[in-house]
């Protein structure tokens, strides 16, 4: 019996192996738990990859009850409490994101393969759309280091254990033990490590992630309206004018359908990461606030939670932006449909019949584009700059209400 563990690796349509950004690639690497197998793993490597799975609930489930206990045992030190809250709210998180994507593995690997077989723009074939996809992206790729210095600053502190002679846990735990026996200190700080990596490789993987899934899906919409406006030019500019509509009206029903696809590629993208968008904004008002209280009242005391809140600020900006890229894109779509000069067809035609059904199928058209694609969080709000800027308003908020009472 022989186990073949092998992580799913994407591939482009002739069987080469798809590029990847430096942040998808750690992803791939780190998370054993989010990222899905090969397609044609075997039972056993399933099974030990499901066993792995349940292990790291078990550590997440403990982790969370010690941090919790720590936030129990300081109710009453508004400042303690605040200290271990940021890390208590992001375990919660990841927790609730990463098991939800661990249940849908398959799922998740089956929308990567129908990315990088029908969506995935080459820079061989356009290398315009892939550059401006790449500029799209810097911020994410900036993100992903911002939250790599983050981890960086919670591993020194066994490096402060080893110059001050202490023991202490990488995050704010209480345990019901003496924790710090080194039978008991080592194991337990192996397993912050982990969990470290986990919830880093997550926070910042997941975001490259559906950025580039939006971003490459936002060049083919750019693509289709390059091709809109191209076919009736070409038409109009040939020499014969003989059935121009017919031949319009097939490019158009053309067109049409790779709109269809695109937007159902959109609603199965929308529907992978619908309910981990709303869990990561559900939590980001609080996490923002505890943050940035940290870092407003003891900065040079708190130097990982300044460069953290700065990561969750750039990552609710990045993913908001490209929201609303898309948005944008999508939005202009349905307006090109009226600019697209098939009135000009119309009028260089002489079938009256083919006239009437060019017109019947541009009226379906502008029907079918005239609201937007957009990603939501359980349809409860857009992911766009709009709603980002309304979660940092509300955390700025609950911030002040905390200074008041501090």
Not at 83 to 91: D, E, N, V
Not at 139 to 161: D, G, H, I, Q
Not at 254 to 277: K, V, Y
Not at 322 to 341: H, N, V, W
Request: aromatic share 14%; charged share 20%.
């Amino acid at each position: 019996m022989s186990i073949r563990f092998r992580r799913y690796r994407p591939r482009l349509p002739g069987g080469e192996l798809a590029p990847m950004p430096w942040p998808v690639s750690l992803y791939r690497l780190l998370n054993h738990i989010a990222w899905p197998l090969e397609a044609d793993s075997g039972r056993w490597s399933v099974l030990l990859d499901r066993v792995l799975i349940f292990v790291g609930f078990l550590v997440f489930c403990e982790h969370n009850e010690v941090d919790f206990h720590y936030l129990i045992a300081n109710r009453q030190d508004m400042d303690n409490l605040l200290t271990g809250m940021p890390t208590y709210l992001i375990l919660v998180e990841m927790q609730i994101r990463c098991y939800q994507l661990a249940w849908h593995k398959d799922r998740f690997r089956d929308l990567l393969q129908r990315f990088y077989a029908e969506i995935y723009v080459s820079e061989e074939a356009m290398p315009q759309l892939f550059a401006g996809i790449q500029r799209q992206m810097l911020a994410t790729r900036l993100n992903s280091t911002v939250y790599l210095l983050a981890l960086f600053n919670f591993f020194l502190v066994p490096v402060t254990n080893v110059i001050y002679h202490r023991r202490e846990m990488l995050y704010k735990q209480v345990y019901p033990f003496d924790n710090t026996q080194l039978q008991y200190f080592i194991p337990l700080l192996g397993l912050n490590f982990w969990v470290g990596f986990v919830i880093t490789s997550m926070l910042f993987g997941e975001l490259n992630v559906l950025g580039e899934l939006m971003m490459h899906l936002n060049a083919r919409y750019v693509q289709l309206g390059q091709d809109l406006h191209r076919s009736a030019h070409k038409l109009l500019e040939g020499r014969g004018t003989a059935n121009i509509a017919t031949r319009y009206r097939l490019l158009l029903t053309h067109i049409l359908r790779r709109n269809a696809a695109l937007r159902d590629f959109g609603q199965r993208m929308e529907e992978e990461f619908s309910f981990r968008i709303f869990v990561m904004f559900a939590f980001s008002a609080g996490l923002l606030c505890a943050l940035f209280f940290k870092a407003f009242t003891n900065p040079w005391g708190n130097v990982a939670y300044i460069v953290w809140f700065l990561a969750k600020f750039m990552e609710l900006l990045a993913l908001g932006m490209l929201g609303s890229i898309l948005l944008k894109t999508t939005d202009e779509l349905g307006m090109m449909y009226y600019t697209a000069d098939w009135e000009q067809v119309v009028h260089q035609s002489d079938n009256v019949g083919e006239n009437v059904r060019l017109m019947k199928l541009v009226s379906l058209a502008i029907e079918l584009n005239s609201r937007p694609f957009f990603m939501t969080g359980l349809k409860y709000f857009r992911v766009s700059l709009t709603t980002v800027l309304k979660i940092i308003q509300g955390a700025f908020s609950y911030f002040t209400f905390l200074n008041s009472m501090r």
